[in-house]
T-cell receptor, first 116, second 110 residues
């Protein structure tokens, strides 16, 4: 149990375009999902916390108008990178947590974004 | 911000126990310690977590000191597939976010 998927696993796009990444909890309902970004040879950096049915909470320094997060259902959260630029190229990883605040986070396999 | 300190890298012989230390001297009384590992270009995999008591599951054991300022993850019989970056995380008490530190790159040597 506790499987989280992401789609796509990798994407290449042109500078200026927008890219949507999906995060799904496959066998449980996730009231809270988290989005992380990881640059090569670096650790994961938390970008935002997404609660179902409410606005996401962004970490300091993360542009909410650039990284749009929607958590419309208990099994799906999406991250849209708007007007992507080469510096947005990174490994984007989501995680999902079940109902209780003390529950463990389960991570997706990640999405590799390359902006040309 | 991450509240943990780990050695940058460690080696372990295959079949031997791997002991990965973590310092979390500023941990609060209601904050849990979590361990995850990340194999290259994959999402982190949950290993184990604890609050005060030592914990054991099919993957590993977690030893937390009595003052809770440090902990050790023990992989009892390391295999080549255990080569990964291991992250020790203190889960925030409010909001329950994970702030990852730099982790320990464990290499299991044949």
């Amino acid at each position: 149990g506790a499987v989280v998927s992401q789609h796509p696993s990798w994407v290449i796009c042109k500078s200026g375009t927008s890219v949507k990444i999906e995060c799904r909890s496959l066998d449980f309902q996730a009231t809270t999902m988290f989005w992380y970004r990881q640059f090569p040879k670096q650790s994961l950096m938390l970008m935002a916390t997404s609660n179902e049915g409410s606005k996401a909470t962004y970490e300091q320094g993360v542009e909410k108008d650039k990284f749009l997060i929607n958590h419309a259902s208990l099994t799906l959260s999406t991250l849209t990178v708007t007007s992507a630029h080469p510096e947005d190229s990174s490994f984007y990883i989501c995680s999902a947590r079940r109902g209780q605040s003390t529950d463990t986070q389960y991570f997706g396999p990640g999405t590799r974004l390359t902006v040309l | 911000d991450a509240k943990t300190t780990q050695p940058t890298s460690m080696d372990c012989a295959e079949g031997r126990a791997a002991n990965l230390p973590c310092n979390h001297s500023t941990i609060s009384g209601n904050e849990y310690v979590y361990w995850y590992r990340q194999i290259h270009s994959q999402g982190p995999q949950y290993i184990i977590h604890g609050l005060k008591n030592n914990e054991t599951n099919e993957m590993a054991s977690l030893i937390i000191t009595e003052d809770r300022k440090s902990s050790t993850l023990i992989l009892p019989h390391a295999t080549l597939r255990d080569t990964a970056v291991y992250y020790c995380i203190v889960r925030a008490a409010i909001g329950n976010q994970f702030y990852f530190g730099t982790g320990t790159s464990l290499t299991v040597i044949p």
